[in-house]
């Protein structure tokens, strides 16, 4: 039997922002033909391949999954030091799972849209 396809995800943030799961706020995606998550590290990389003429390259964020029995839930917590130099726009993204057993997972694919408050743009306009 093959590995199930990733889920595609789109998820939105505001850069700035905190994203913690006490708070409801976490990045969350789940499947219940993805393998036990518990213990697992949670990567999402999203940007681009290579930097371009906004500066953004790819990014990763990782966490380390709670260790419940049968996890098929996906969570990422972001902090407000990860989000808050952010690029605004939609960006590609991967979600990979190191499990337990150290095998490598992909988990989901999708988009992420990050806002940024008007007037906190990080970049001044090309005119």
């Not at 500066?55 to 990763?60: F, H, I, N």
């Not at 049968?70 to 130099?85: F, I």
């Not at 989901?108 to 849209?113: D, I, P, R, S």
């Amino acid at each position: 039997m093959s590995a199930p396809a990733p889920i595609i995800v789109h998820q939105e943030i505001t850069a700035g922002d905190d994203y913690k799961a006490a708070e409801g706020r976490a990045l969350t995606w789940q499947s219940p033909q993805w393998p036990n998550l518990a213990g697992a590290s949670i990567s999402l990389v999203w940007g681009f391949d290579q930097a371009n003429i906004l500066g953004a390259s790819p990014v990763t964020w990782t966490t380390i999954q709670p260790s419940t029995p049968a996890s098929t839930l996906a969570t990422v917590e972001l902090s407000h030091e990860q989000t808050k130099e952010a690029a605004e726009g939609c960006f590609d993204y991967v979600l990979r799972a190191v499990l337990a057993d150290g095998d490598t997972f992909t988990l989901a694919t999708g988009q992420l849209t990050i806002s940024v408050e008007p007037g906190l743009a990080l970049l001044d306009p090309i005119i």
